[in-house]
């Protein structure tokens, strides 16, 4: 007859303890932007970890030194790909900073709009992915449903749901239309309600609330160490954020308040972003009213800066008259004309502090771009996260960073 | 020397020299059209004003002119300096000029690109000229507005043919008249002119002239904006897909400078541009100087050949075993001619080989042609002078005439290069030599004559040096990997030696060269990158 439980001995039935060695990723489908990670699980707990990114390295910055200034936007949408606005005008503000140029009010509330629109789809998104990945599978669906409100109000103004490339240096790819406030003031009550009603399914939930609260604890001094910022550094806080610290655009002209957490574990990154978002709605809101101020036809009333050396002529000019023509084709052919130097520009992304390092040794094309992408110092601080804690809880503290390949990597 | 002042910086000047030149010496340029170097001053297109503050016995003129008040929203009397054109203007001790720093100049030469444009058709997507046009630099640098026109634009003639070689655009022609001045001072023959004035005027072959001769393309290259094209180039491609490389011409021995204009995506070579060189060509170059770039594509010996007048394809390696077999059975009775169309250094290698072995030396060229006063030489062949200098010989090499009458000596021959200037019966009488190894670029009358053929990179294709008609050594660089399985020549003759158990003791090029320098003690000069200081070579940075 065989042994039943009652006959043996307690330490028999846990678990051979002998460690092992497992892969996650590249290529697994819960490693968002494929990223690997090598295991050492003792039993069901990391042993160890070592955080492997670059499988999404597509030489971006290299790339960026063949092209003309103005050809790199396409290249930052595909940065942070679920805020491509925020790096498109983050490395707008770069050159301008270069070439000594402000752009228009009319334009720089609108890249604020847009930007604070893009960092609510980027928080729906890592906030819904985590709640996920704990087997909530219903606000992320509803979440993703406003994101999607979002990427359409994003079309109807860019003519593209992610991919943009709708700044330019020097102003915009083109005005906003004229019901723009109209369209963003209808949306984000809807959004706020979806919010609200994803919350209520999380913030009392106690699977949700055992499982986010004390798990992937990062301490202040470790986040500040690791280079971390944006939510993973708030989280822990410290309340250091870009538009507040550093204003640049209109974001000075905005009352907005800063949220941090307490403990830097799963649960304060995502109630940091959650009240980021109702912080973005204010921006959005104030900003709007600032956006109706401005009268019609002043200087503060265009997109684009007055400068043939920076902006491209009207169409009709290009084809109808000779200056245009000459314009045009100097602008795109050669680029525009970049005095030399260096430049480190920093923007409040998506994930942190996003900067643009630019070298200039004049002419049509950057020399050196180097793009400080937030969620690489993010990432810094995910071996230690991970480590002793359990394998099940692996995938949604990495969620809770928010790695997003194509910044991380480049 | 003497100095004077340009935008607060001290610059000098030779007595004589105008600001503009004074300038151009300095490495500054001061916007102009009609100004060139190399031409008479002609001060008619106005875009090289400058304010002159003060200089010794000058007294500052100044007009009365009506400024626009805003605030008042009137006219008010006011003052402005009278300008005056750099290009004319001589240059005193102590002058102050002020060119980029003074708002007078700005507004006047905006105002003068802006009428250059009134007219100008919408050419630039169709214009060879675009990315190299000196109208599109300064509207960037000088203009940067909108048309303010608004009448239908003067129409005058396009694609007029003035020669097979050059198409006139009357439309974007600014009237600089720099082509004129070129046919008149350089060639000293008229045969450009200008007819009507104001809005109607036009470039017009002269009245009972054609426009011919061996400069034609040269009214091409002075003409700053796209109103001369040249039909060889014409609408074939667009500069800034090429990349210039600095070389000499092969075409005579005077040896003119040249930029070697190539599509590296391609490998093509699509023109040829004079290089500005004082010593030598000045600013111009010959037509068939020009087109020279031909002889890269047009009858090239691109793989190697076994066996008299054999058509078929082997390998170098393959020929050169031949080759090295042929050359061992005959010893020392090999005659080795050298080729004055060659490098030096390739021609240096051969020399080397024959010095080791015991061969005689002899030298193969192009006929002459004819030459002229201003550029041509009438020895068609780069490189005479340096195909003696490496044989070592003090008398003149004897050529192919002489090799014919004495061919009882030899039982083989190696010669660099295919082409011969001897009869028929002289060729015949090389053909009857058992052995003949030709390494050659282009065909020529040597090449149904071989036994064996090794292909050769042209000049275009490897790194060396002409020595010129005057004996200056000039080095060129290399602009496109050898066509076909061809191989500079001086690694050719390297592997030869090496199947007869010689060391010549070349490894690379810069081992050829170092030997070269080493024997003549003459460091060819490099070829400069003269991008600084010439205006008319604002043009090199196509592709960049």
């Known amino acids: 007859m065989e042994p039943t439980d009652k006959d043996l001995d307690e330490s028999e039935l846990e678990l051979p303890a002998e460690p092992m060695t497992l892969n996650m990723g590249p290529s697994h489908p819960a490693m968002h932007g494929t990223i690997r990670m090598v295991l050492r699980l003792d039993g069901e707990t990391v042993a160890g970890v070592d955080v492997q990114p670059g499988y999404l390295h597509r030489g971006q910055e290299k790339m ?31 050159v301008e900073k270069l070439l000594g140029i402000t ?11 847009h930007g604070e629109l893009s960092r609510i789809s980027d928080h729906l998104t890592a906030n819904g992915a985590m709640a996920m990945e704990l087997g909530a599978f219903t606000p992320f669906l509803w979440l993703l449903k406003a994101r999607e409100w979002i990427w359409e109000l994003h079309e109807t103004q860019t003519g593209a749901r992610m991919t943009h490339a709708y700044v330019r240096i020097g102003g915009l790819a083109h005005p906003p239309t004229e019901d723009f406030p109209d369209l963003i003031r209808a949306v984000l009550p809807r959004i706020m309600d979806v919010v609200k009603e994803s919350e209520s399914l999380l913030l009392k939930n106690r699977i949700f609330l055992d499982r986010t609260q004390g798990v992937g604890k990062l301490s202040k001094a470790k986040a500040l160490s690791m280079g971390a910022s944006g939510p993973v550094l708030r989280s822990t806080g410290v309340d250091y954020d870009v538009r507040k610290d550093k204003p640049y655009l209109t974001y000075g002209e905005c009352d907005f308040d800063v949220p941090v957490g307490q403990d830097g574990d799963n649960y ?9 978002i109702r912080q973005s709605v204010r921006i959005i809101e104030q900003s709007l009213d600032l956006y109706e101020k401005i009268e019609p036809g002043s200087p503060e009333d265009q997109i684009n800066i007055k400068d043939p050396r920076v902006i491209l002529p009207p169409k009709e000019e290009v084809y109808s008259t000779i200056e245009g023509t000459i314009n045009h084709f100097k602008l795109i052919m050669e680029g525009i004309q970049v005095p030399p130097g260096e430049v480190y520009q920093y923007t409040e992304g998506g994930n942190g502090e996003l900067g643009f390092f630019i070298v200039s040794r004049g002419g049509g094309n950057p020399w050196r771009i180097r793009v400080r992408s937030p969620c690489f110092y993010s990432l810094q601080c995910c071996s230690g996260m991970i480590t002793n804690g359990m394998v099940a809880d692996i995938i949604p503290t990495f969620g809770s960073i928010n790695m997003i390949g194509g910044e991380c990597d480049r | 020397m003497p100095t004077f002042k340009l935008d607060g910086q001290e610059i000098a000047f030779q007595p004589g020299d105008t600001i503009i030149r004074a300038a151009h010496r300095a490495g500054i340029q001061v916007p102009h059209y009609c100004w060139h170097p190399g031409l008479s001053v002609a001060a008619n297109c106005r875009m090289c004003l400058v304010e002159i503050e003060s200089a010794p016995g000058f007294r500052p003129m100044s007009l009365d002119v009506l400024n626009w008040d805003a605030a008042k929203k009137e006219y008010v009397p006011g003052k402005k300096p009278k300008l005056q054109p750099a290009c004319q203007q001589p240059v005193t001790e102590g002058m102050v000029v002020k060119s980029e720093t003074s708002p007078n100049v700005a507004l006047a030469r905006k105002n003068v690109q802006e009428f250059l444009l009134v007219n100008h058709p919408v050419d630039c997507p169709i214009c060879d000229q675009a990315g190299e046009c000196m109208l599109q630099d300064y509207y960037m640098s000088q203009q940067r507005t909108s048309k303010r026109m608004r009448d239908e634009p003067v129409h005058k003639p396009k694609g007029v043919m003035f020669s097979d070689k050059i198409v006139y655009d009357a439309e974007r022609c600014i009237a600089c008249t720099r082509c004129v001045r070129f046919c008149e001072e350089v060639l000293g023959d008229p045969m450009l002119d200008m007819r009507e004035r104001g809005n109607m005027y036009e470039i017009t072959v002269s009245p009972g002239k054609k426009l011919e001769g061996h400069y034609q393309i040269m009214t091409e290259v002075v003409c700053p904006v796209g109103a001369l094209t040249t039909s060889h180039w014409r609408h074939r491609g667009r500069v800034w897909l090429l990349k210039g490389t600095q070389s000499v011409c092969p075409g005579c021995a005077t040896g003119c400078n040249m930029w070697l204009d190539v599509d590296p995506r391609e ?25 020279t770039y031909g002889r890269i594509y047009k009858n090239r010996i691109v793989s190697a050949r076994i066996g008299r007048g054999s058509t078929e394809q082997a390998t170098v390696v393959d020929a050169v075993a031949k080759a090295v077999e042929e050359l061992s059975k005959a010893g020392s009775r090999v005659a080795a001619v050298l080729s004055a169309q060659h490098s030096t250094e390739d021609n240096l290698c051969l020399a080397d080989l024959a010095k080791v072995l015991g061969w005689d030396l002899f030298l193969s060229a192009k006929a002459d042609w004819d030459g002229d006063k201003i550029l041509r030489h009438e020895d068609q062949n780069p490189n005479r002078a340096g ?23 030899y039982t083989a021959i190696v010669a660099l290069g295919a082409d011969a200037n001897v009869n028929e019966e002289a060729l015949a009488g090389l053909g009857g ?14 090449l149904s004559r071989a036994t064996v053929v090794l292909p050769v990179a042209s000049w275009a294709e490897a790194e060396g040096s002409f020595v010129n008609a005057k004996g200056l050594s000039q080095s060129f660089k290399r602009a496109l990997s050898p066509k076909g399985d061809s191989l500079p020549a001086w690694d050719v003759i390297t592997r030869l030696a090496k199947g007869l158990k010689q060391d010549l003791g070349f490894k690379r090029f810069a081992d050829v060269r170092a030997a070269l320098v080493a ?5 060819p000069t490099e070829a400069k990158d003269d991008l600084s200081v010439h205006p008319e070579s604002m043009t090199p940075r196509a592709g960049v």
């Not at chain 1, 960026?64 to 490395?91: C, K």
């Not at chain 2, 490998?267 to 087109?291: A, H, S």
């Not at chain 2, 024997?519 to 460091?523: D, F, G």
């Open chain 2, 519 to 523: 024997r003549t003690s003459v460091e």
């Open chain 2, 267 to 291: 490998q093509t070579v699509f023109r040829i541009r004079p290089r500005e060189n004082e010593e030598v060509n000045k600013y111009w170059m010959c037509d068939d100087g020009m087109l």
């Open chain 2, 433 to 446: 030599v058992g052995a003949f190894v030709l390494l050659a670029t282009n065909k020529g009358p040597l």
């Open chain 2, 387 to 409: 195909a003696q200098q490496v044989s070592g010989s003090a008398s003149p090499l004897p050529s192919l005439g002489v090799l014919a009458s004495s061919l009882g000596k």
């Open chain 1, 64 to 94: 960026g030194e063949r092209g003309t200034w103005q050809q790199f936007f396409p290249y930052t949408d595909r940065l942070n790909y679920v805020s491509p606005l925020l790096n498109n005008v983050g490395y707008a503000l770069a």
């Open chain 1, 103 to 113: 752009v228009p009010r009319k334009c720089q509330l609108v890249r604020v709009l």
């Open chain 1, 268 to 276: 304060d990154r995502f109630m940091v972003r959650l009240e980021e």
